[in-house]
């Protein structure tokens, strides 16, 4: 009864299954390269952006948790140590000559030093770091909010997208990341110079770090030393917006 | 409208299964092998598991796997880049597709008519008679109507496994986390969304194959026809 049910031969149906499979995935490998499909994955960033954009509230916080959630490592990816004599020497001088510039499209050009950045008002918060990769971690973050320290430059009007440049090179490429002015005045967005109540540690971006706590861990620049408005990401590194973006196909919006 | 209960025969569609019904069965099938595809390329960036809000350590890891082999992902060699973006494309006819055959099938009944367990069917009784029948391959009964088992299996993916791949994989969002905290609270956590994103979706693979080896058996070529040209309701 089995047998009449089934008008082709069990070898036929498996071996026609593993041709259509084969067909499938090398399809789907010319798919990825074409040109028009890839502008349609990078429509797609534009759209989960405006999407989630629309459903938040645009100063909606993460969640921040309690000292008991601290994880007990907290996991640095990336670099983890610049490596250049440079930095090397401000490790060995606690990064007292360390100075962050403040410059692009503001009123009023900045370099701020580590102490500088202590004395401004700051912002204490235990929250989740959500990796591309899929795993998170648990810390206590302190520092300035970036909002602060744009107010005092005074950010032009023309000024758009907020660029981190950093101490380290990645596969011998400057890292770098941008986010844009929400971000950028969020009640949560900061500098942060400390990591679970201890100074910032070098496998974590020492002296100071972005948090950015809505957005994946590739745009928290670490090793920051120069921060810059700018009107447009078209100029910078290769125009994507970050070192991963350029380099590693990553989206530039990384809320998901 | 007849209340579902006094339906007849008479009241039901001519046709095996709406049109509805076929444009969604087949967008899905498509959206989810794909999403499935990527997922697990995606998966491979870190293949493992936790509960809770954080996890890295291995030791804290209730799963811990090798990475999947190219034949099974999209794209065929390993990036979590573009599967990402391959995943997030896919999710978005999934999720429309899911909502409106789940709204268009409240309308025109099917849901209730055809998907929801009657009380005389949770009756031991007919559940094993219908697991006997389904032992002797006999699939004839029914007169067209989905049998226990088949709503039984239907009902938990319509309603609990594909909504449930959609926010779990919102939950692994940050800024959707900040945007709808019950989200989390719903799953215990983002590792745990991660965690339940990954069991339904093995769940849901396992009941692909099962639907696969049960449209084999009770007759291929008229399965397949059905859901594409609708079918009659009585040639069953």
């Known amino acids: ?256 | 409208m007849q209340p579902m209960s006094s339906a007849t025969s008479s009241d039901r569609p001519q046709k095996r299964h709406a049109l509805l019904t076929r444009l969604w069965h087949w967008i899905n099938a498509a959206c989810l092998i794909i999403l499935f595809m990527t997922g697990l390329n995606i998966f491979n960036a870190h293949p493992r598991l936790y509960w809770g809000h954080a996890g890295f350590a291995k030791a804290d890891a209730w799963l811990v796997l090798d990475k999947f082999p190219g034949w099974i992902t999209i794209p065929s060699h390993y990036s979590l880049a573009d599967a990402r973006l391959w995943h997030f494309l896919l999710a978005w006819p999934f999720a429309v597709a899911l909502t409106l055959f789940l709204i268009g099938s409240l309308i025109n009944g099917h849901m209730l008519r055809d998907i929801v367990l009657r009380r005389h069917e949770w009756r031991p009784s007919m559940i094993a008679a219908d697991i006997r029948a389904h032992l002797k391959l006999d699939f004839s009964q029914h007169g067209g109507q989905f049998n226990i088992l088949q709503k039984l299996s239907y009902g938990p993916v319509i309603f609990i496994l594909l909504p449930g791949m959609i926010l779990s994989g919102l939950t692994m969002s940050p800024q959707m986390d900040a945007a709808w905290p019950w989200l989390v609270d719903l799953f215990g956590g983002r590792q745990s969304a991660r965690s339940w994103h990954f069991i339904f979706a093995w769940t849901l693979t396992a009941f692909f194959v099962l639907h696969i080896v049960l449209v084999l058996l009770s007759g291929p070529i008229r399965q397949v026809r059905d859901m594409i040209t609708g079918g009659r309701r009585d040639a069953a």
Request: glycine share 10%.
């Open chain 1, 1 to 256: 009864m089995t047998k009449a049910l089934l008008p082709i031969s069990r070898r036929a149906l498996l071996s026609s299954a593993a041709i259509g499979a084969g067909l499938m995935l090398s399809g789907c490998d010319r798919v990825n390269s074409s040109p028009a499909f890839r502008r349609l994955l990078g429509d797609v960033e534009g759209w989960n952006k405006a999407t989630q954009r629309s459903l938040a509230d645009r100063m909606a916080l993460a969640r921040e948790f309690d000292a008991a959630d601290i994880s007990p490592e907290f996991r640095a990816n990336g670099t983890r140590d610049p490596g250049t004599p440079a930095y090397q020497a401000h490790v060995d001088a606690g990064f007292a000559d360390w100075r962050i510039n403040v410059d692009g499209l503001v009123a009023k050009p900045l370099s701020l030093s580590l102490a500088d950045i202590k004395a401004l008002p700051q912002r204490s918060q235990i929250t989740r770091h959500d990796c591309v990769e899929g795993w998170s971690a648990i810390g206590q973050w302190q520092g300035v909010p970036l909002k602060l320290v744009l107010e005092a430059a005074g950010l032009d009007a023309k000024a758009r997208f907020i660029v981190f440049h950093c101490a380290d090179l990645y596969n011998g490429h400057p890292y770098y990341e941008s986010i844009d002015l929400i971000d950028a005045f969020h009640p949560q967005t900061i500098l942060a110079h400390s990591l679970n109540g201890a100074d910032l540690p070098v496998p974590n971006g020492a002296p100071v770090r972005l948090r950015v706590e809505r957005q994946l861990g590739y745009k928290h620049a670490k090793y920051v030393e120069r921060i810059e408005a700018v009107a447009a990401l078209d100029g910078i590194g290769l125009g994507k917006g970050g070192y991963w973006e350029d380099r590693g196909g990553y989206a530039w919006y990384a809320g998901i």
